[in-house]
């Protein structure tokens, strides 16, 4: 069964995005300036994994908001994203772009439910 591993929140304005859930819930942001993207810690991380130390919890991101990405996206671990790609499509889903390769650490890809929700696809190339 796969699992969610992941959220992102798209925003028109990062840093008043950033202040708001700090503020709010306390969670601690980290910039990747070379991908324009904001990881969001909602618990504490293994410093060597990076992983969340709590079992069940996951962290996430903030982004822009973009033409396909405009409300919060849960995203789910595959082991095989292309597999995954084929499933969505052949359920009735539809793929939003084309999948993207994330530095060493693995693959992700957009794609719309049955509902037309958005939710995001990620594929480790890690092992942990």
Excluded: C
Excluded at 29 to 37: A, Q
Excluded at 65 to 80: A, C, F, L, N, W
Excluded at 109 to 115: F, G, I, L, P
């Amino acid at each position: 069964m796969d699992k969610v591993v992941h959220f992102e929140i798209p925003a028109e304005d990062i840093s008043r995005a950033k202040k708001f859930y700090g503020g709010v819930f306390g969670w601690k942001t980290e910039d990747v300036k070379e991908m324009d993207y904001v990881i969001v810690h909602t618990v504490a991380i293994d410093e060597k994994t990076r992983m969340p130390k709590e079992p069940g919890a996951i962290n996430g991101g903030m982004m822009k908001k973009t033409q396909h990405v405009k409300s919060p996206v849960i995203t789910i671990g595959v082991d095989d994203i292309e597999k995954s790609i084929q499933k969505i499509e052949k359920a009735g889903g539809k793929i939003l772009g084309e999948k993207q390769k994330v530095g060493d650490i693995g693959w992700s890809a957009y794609a719309k439910d049955s509902e037309g929700n958005v939710i995001g696809l990620w594929q480790s190339t890690r092992k942990m």
